[in-house]
């Protein structure tokens, strides 16, 4: 079967880049999406089968990326998500932060989509 993956950012490049990787990564990986945590929130409540991957970044409106994962960590339906924070935030105290609020890794986003390809197919390839 295969891998369903929410990617939740507001930048609309980020998310077209970001599906574009996934599908030279596997084709048959489901691709969602949310603009921000509060939509992401609701989309998670609203799906039969819960996404493998959440990509997260931390800068959005509504409600940013550590609130998400704050609320998304208090909440045993979907606590088992493992969650990787894409950002372009290299602050040592937002790596520290989101470690210590539940996030399973932590990515800069590259520069390049080579190197954006190479990281991302680490983890659901």
């Given at each position: 079967?295969?891998?369903?993956?929410?990617y939740v950012d507001d930048d609309s490049d980020d998310l077209l880049i970001f599906k574009e990787l996934l599908q030279d990564i596997n084709p048959s990986i489901?691709?969602?999406h949310a603009p921000n945590g509060q939509v992401a929130f609701e989309l998670l409540e609203e799906l039969v089968i819960l996404p493998d991957y959440i990509?997260?970044?931390?800068?959005?409106p509504v409600m940013d990326g550590q609130t998400f994962l704050t609320k998304l960590r208090k909440d045993r339906r979907f606590y088992s998500i493992p969650v990787i924070v894409y950002t372009t935030s290299t602050r040592p105290s937002d790596k520290h932060l989101f470690s210590n609020l539940g996030?399973?890794?932590y990515i800069v986003k590259p520069s390049t989509y080579v190197d954006a390809k190479i990281g991302i197919s680490k983890l659901v390839g």
């Open positions: 079967m295969a891998s369903v993956v929410l489901k691709y969602l990509f997260l970044d931390i800068n959005m996030a399973n890794d």
